[in-house]
Nanobody, 118 residues
Framework: QVQVEESGGGLVQPGGSLRLSCAASGSIFSPNAMGWYRQAPGKQRELVGSITNFMVTSYSDSVKGRFGISRDNRKNTVYLQMNSLKPEDTAVYYC????????????WGKGTLVTVSS
């Protein structure tokens, strides 16, 4: 069984920075991708960015140039560094681990709240 757990959310002022972490445990297969999604109140969940275990990254246009995703494969942990935060970045941020192989299994964390406000 695979478990995914986020940490690092909180309150930050506009223009500030915050780093989220996501640790995965259990039977993790390769290849896989770990991604960050977010859901703001009243909106659908959207992809923020992702990184494969071969370190290939992708980002949504809304965060490109402000957010960075990195990964430590030894720890099965992914990080989301968020800079130049805006009030519209306020959301619950979810981590997802997806098996890119035949099974296509996907696992979600419970989310961590990020609030950008003065």
């Amino acid at each position: 069984q695979v478990q995914v757990e986020e940490s690092g959310g909180g309150l930050v002022q506009p223009g500030g920075s915050l780093r989220l972490s996501c640790a995965a445990s259990g039977s993790i297969f390769s290849p896989n991708a770990m991604g960050w999604y977010r859901q703001a109140p009243g909106k659908q969940r959207e992809l923020v960015g992702s990184i494969t275990n071969f370190m290939v990254t992708s980002y949504s246009d809304s965060v490109k140039g402000r957010f960075g995703i990195s990964r430590d494969n030894r720890k099965n942990t992914v990080y989301l560094q968020m800079n130049s935060l805006k009030p519209e970045d306020t959301a619950v941020y979810y981590c997802n681990l997806r098996n890119l192989g035949a099974s296509g299994m996907s696992y979600w964390g419970k989310g961590t709240l990020v609030t950008v406000s003065s």
